[in-house]
Nanobody
Framework: QVQLVESGGGLVQPGGSLTISCAAS????????ANWYRQAQGKQRELVAG???????TYTDSVKGRFTISRDNAKNTLYLQMNSLKPEDTAIYFC?????????????????WGQGIQVTVSS
């Protein structure tokens, strides 16, 4: 009933910027809390940033001051703006969201993941 689709990834030079998006579609009422994770090759998936329904944000130490998580509730879309990118930011980035959706006249909450999008920082 709900799909999360990331977009905006690609290749960027060190020091550059990139914004990736995650759009929720289907029988979506709203996105509650949401997160961005990343997984570099050969490493475990790590939590990068999170945003709660009151727009409180959290970041892992390695991206504080460089990355900004935000949301557009009208579009049911999550964003991650990434500045001053470093080669060590290279990874597949995944969005994860707690979504309220409907089936008929009933509402539910569900936890969903996007398929992931590649971000490569290299000269």
């Amino acid at each position: 009933q709900v799909q999360l689709v990331e977009s905006g990834g690609g290749l960027v030079q060190p020091g550059g910027s990139l914004t990736i998006s995650c759009a929720a579609s289907g029988s979506v009422l709203f996105i509650n809390a949401a997160n961005w994770y990343r997984q570099a090759q050969g490493k475990q998936r790590e939590l990068v940033a999170g945003i709660k329904n009151d727009n409180t944000t959290t970041y892992t130490d390695s991206v504080k001051g460089r990355f900004t998580i935000s949301r557009d509730n009208a579009k049911n879309t999550l964003y991650l703006q990434m500045n001053s990118l470093k080669p060590e930011d290279t990874a597949i980035y995944f969005c994860n969201a707690d979504v309220k959706y409907y089936v008929g006249s009933y509402d539910f909450f569900g936890d969903y993941w996007g398929q992931g999008i590649q971000v490569t920082v290299s000269s």
